[in-house]
């Protein structure tokens, strides 16, 4: 009898159709409602990718004043869902808290509520982790703009919101990837979309998935410097650990995300003057790429949107801790997107598995 095939971690599966994003790993491209990320990222603010993502275009300016708006009420909204209950549910993890933060939102919640509630969120995770009071939204300004505002307390230094902005609408979509899927798979139950965006959120915390840039930057801290990253690397693939940052399920050549970021952070650096820290990363993901290709010479292992998200949120002071929760603040505009899409057009998602334990024994 022939075996069915099997598609462990559905690789290469097509579930579903979506007109929200392409992503070619073979060409390194990822296109969002038909732009270019390169483009998107020079040319739109985050409040912009939330109106691309939502509503299938590009807001113009009275659009783009109201979405701000309804995102600036959000965040006062969830600040006032958040503040009497904040202590009970702060955990020593940033996604934990998170996860229960937006479990706080009502069954009627919509996109904005949650994207508020996972920037208020994050921003007091990060604040109290630093001893501190979180400052109250001001829901006259940019979203990312506000965000780095409450989480460092203080005004942002110039550049930086417009730094953490490019990383909003960088990482807001990208497919079918495992959080995403797993909104869907939420969705596809006719769940609510608070219900959704914890399922999101809550596989985005694994460290195959979102939770890599954390260790990018404990493995720049243990290279140390430049001449280090060969060995570094080499001991790290003979002990049969994985290099963060690097390699990815669908792209095969550089993320391009990754490129996006770097030039980023490197115009933002421009103005401080070099910095030795994105020095010692180039060094570190040049000597990752030439040792994984010896390795694995089938197959490219370059490196991922995760690499230069370290580095950039290092830059914006953003502790590690709270990497991943600032990627699910942008992210949560894509599964919103996708929990949409999912509703309209999508059906209960229920796949099968071939069972391969015992049976019961024939009686008689
Ligand atoms: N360092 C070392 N080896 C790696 C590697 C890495 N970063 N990424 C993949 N490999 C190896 C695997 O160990 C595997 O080797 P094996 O066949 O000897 O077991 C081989 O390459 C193929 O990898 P596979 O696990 O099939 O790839 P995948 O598609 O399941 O994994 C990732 C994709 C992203 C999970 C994987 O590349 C990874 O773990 N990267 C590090 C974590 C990371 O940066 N995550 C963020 C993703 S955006």
Same mark, same amino acid.
């Given at each position: 009898?022939?075996?069915?095939?099997?598609?462990?971690?559905?690789?290469?599966?097509?579930?579903?159709?979506?007109?929200?994003?392409?992503?070619?790993?073979?060409?390194?491209?990822?296109?969002?409602?038909?732009?270019?990320?390169?483009?998107?990222?020079?040319?739109?603010?985050?409040?912009?990718?939330?109106?691309?993502?939502?509503?299938?275009?590009?807001?113009? !300016?009275?659009?783009? #004043?109201?979405?701000? *708006?309804? @995102?600036? +009420? %959000?965040? =006062?909204?969830?600040? $006032?869902? &958040?503040?009497?209950?904040?202590?009970?549910?702060?955990?020593?993890?940033?996604?934990?808290?998170?996860?229960?933060?937006?479990?706080?939102?009502?069954?009627?919640?919509?996109?904005?509520?949650?994207?508020?509630?996972?920037?208020?969120?994050?921003?007091?995770?990060?604040?109290?982790?630093?001893?501190?009071?979180?400052?109250?939204?001001?829901?006259?300004?940019?979203?990312?703009?506000?965000?780095?505002?409450?989480?460092?307390?203080?005004?942002?230094?110039?550049?930086?919101?417009?730094?953490?902005?490019?990383?909003?609408?960088?990482?807001?979509?990208?497919?079918?990837?495992?959080?995403?899927?797993? !909104?869907?798979?939420? #969705?596809?139950?006719? *769940?609510? @979309?608070? +219900? %959704?965006? =914890?399922?999101?959120? $809550?596989? &985005?915390?694994?460290?195959?998935?979102?939770?890599?840039?954390?260790?990018?930057?404990?493995?720049?801290?243990?290279?140390?410097?430049?001449?280090?990253?060969?060995?570094?690397?080499?001991?790290?693939?003979?002990?049969?650990?994985?290099?963060?940052?690097?390699?990815?399920?669908?792209?095969?050549?550089?993320?391009?995300?990754?490129?996006?970021?770097?030039?980023?952070?490197?115009?933002?650096?421009?103005?401080?003057?070099?910095?030795?820290?994105?020095?010692?990363?180039?060094?570190?993901?040049?000597?990752?790429?030439?040792?994984?290709?010896?390795?694995?010479?089938?197959?490219?292992?370059?490196?991922?949107?995760?690499?230069?998200?370290?580095?950039?949120?290092?830059?914006?002071?953003?502790?590690?801790?709270?990497?991943?929760?600032?990627?699910?603040?942008?992210?949560?505009?894509?599964?919103?997107?996708?929990?949409?899409?999912?509703?309209?057009?999508?059906?209960?998602?229920?796949?099968?598995?071939?069972?391969?334990?015992?049976?019961?024994?024939?009686?008689?």
């Amino acid at each position: 009898m022939t075996q069915p095939r099997i598609f462990e971690g559905l690789e290469g599966v097509l579930v579903s159709r979506t007109q929200l994003s392409s992503v070619d790993g073979a060409a390194g491209q990822l296109v969002v409602r038909g732009r270019a990320i390169e483009a998107l990222v020079s040319e739109v603010a985050f409040e912009s990718m939330v109106g691309l993502l939502l509503d299938g275009a590009l807001p113009g !300016a009275s659009a783009l #004043a109201a979405r701000q *708006a309804e @995102l600036g +009420a %959000a965040r =006062v909204r969830a600040h $006032a869902w &958040l503040e009497p209950r904040f202590e009970a549910i702060a955990a020593s993890d940033a996604m934990t808290t998170l996860r229960s933060a937006l479990s706080l939102l009502p069954s009627e919640a919509t996109a904005a509520d949650a994207l508020g509630m996972a920037a208020v969120a994050t921003a007091a995770w990060i604040r109290r982790a630093r001893g501190g009071q979180l400052p109250a939204p001001k829901p006259g300004l940019p979203h990312a703009h506000d965000l780095l505002r409450m989480l460092s307390g203080g005004e942002p230094v110039d550049g930086a919101a417009r730094l953490l902005d490019a990383y909003l609408v960088t990482v807001a979509e990208h497919g079918f990837n495992a959080s995403t899927f797993a !909104a869907r798979v939420t #969705a596809s139950t006719g *769940a609510d @979309l608070a +219900a %959704a965006m =914890v399922s999101g959120v $809550a596989t &985005l915390s694994g460290p195959l998935h979102g939770g890599a840039p954390g260790p990018v930057l404990d493995m720049l801290d243990a290279v140390g410097s430049a001449e280090h990253a060969g060995d570094y690397v080499r001991a790290e693939l003979a002990a049969g650990r994985r290099i963060m940052g690097m390699g990815h399920r669908v792209y095969r050549v550089r993320d391009p995300r990754a490129f996006v970021l770097e030039r980023a952070l490197s115009l933002y650096r421009s103005g401080q003057g070099e910095s030795s820290r994105l020095a010692l990363a180039r060094a570190v993901e040049a000597a990752a790429e030439a040792e994984l290709a010896r390795k694995y010479p089938e197959r490219a292992l370059r490196a991922n949107v995760e690499f230069y998200t370290a580095l950039l949120l290092e830059a914006l002071d953003v502790p590690r801790g709270a990497f991943t929760a600032i990627f699910a603040c942008a992210r949560i505009a894509g599964y919103a997107a996708h929990y949409a899409e999912q509703r309209q057009s999508g059906r209960l998602i229920r796949p099968s598995a071939l069972y391969v334990g015992e049976l019961p024994s024939v009686s008689g």
